[in-house]
């Protein structure tokens, strides 16, 4: 039998256009990696492919500590810290919820649970400028616009029915004869949830976290919105940074912030990318 070639011009094909795509969605990233490390006399002279001729970190230091956003010049540090405070109860009180709701679709079932399914999931296709004005009203009548309990429960609400459609698919794969069984043993609601179905759920909460750690730390238009100026998200410091000039534009310093800010989520995917593989093959994209 013949063997095949491992450079036959099938693989051939397929390994140049894999590194053609790889190169085409790398090239940002270089051009504003090599451009964040230059002088602007570099800069100037136009050519924004080729490499430093002289690597300074200059840049970094500025937009991380001395830049101008707005009316002051303490670069997006204190933006940085702001997106945490956001993403961090951003993240965990949806997937909490998210996972509660998806547990008590698949397994208890209650009265009128597919209707409440049914709206949850026509609210993940309104568009969220529809639903900007409404909740400034909302939040407004509360006393929370402008505040970080304000910007968190408005990211809750527009995670709420994709969390409780990831954790809805993936419980609805696990065999009903094991809840059946702790139901048995006695246990109740929330003690199969908590000893049961959690245990059981690290692959779709991975997936679950990525998704909106990463929605949450790129998001500009809600963090503008109603997050309020001492709590302004690290996407609307990069924005200050950007627009504010005072004399030459400084683009070494805004290709250092811009790669600051989508730091975060570049490191999560590097480092759990793995795992949100599994966790879609698990079960959070079944119907």
Known sequence: MKRLSHFNPARIGVYAFLISAALFFLLPLYVM??????????????????????ITLQPWSDAWSGACTGASCEGIRGGFWNSVAITVPSTILPILIGALNGYALSFWKPRGASTLFAILMVGAFIPLQVMIYPLVRVLAAFGLFGSLPGIV????????P????????????????????????GGGFFRIFIHVML??????????AIMQVTGVWND??????????????????????INTTTGTRLYNVNMAATILTSLVPLAIYFISGRWFVRGIAAGAVKG
């Open 33 to 54: 990696l090599v451009t964040s490390v230059k002088p602007m006399e570099e800069i100037r002279l136009g050519n924004i492919f080729a490499l430093p001729l002289q």
């Open 153 to 160: 429960v408005v990211h809750m609400i527009f995670a709420m």
């Open 162 to 185: 994709v969390m409780t459609l990831l954790f809805r698919n993936y419980y609805a794969a696990i065999p009903h004869e094991l809840f059946q069984a702790a139901r048995i043993d």
């Open 199 to 208: 245990p059981m759920s690290l692959p779709i909460i991975v997936v679950a």
């Open 220 to 241: 500009y238009i809600l963090g503008l919105v109603f997050a309020g100026r001492d709590n302004a998200p690290m996407t609307v410091q990069l924005n200050n940074v």
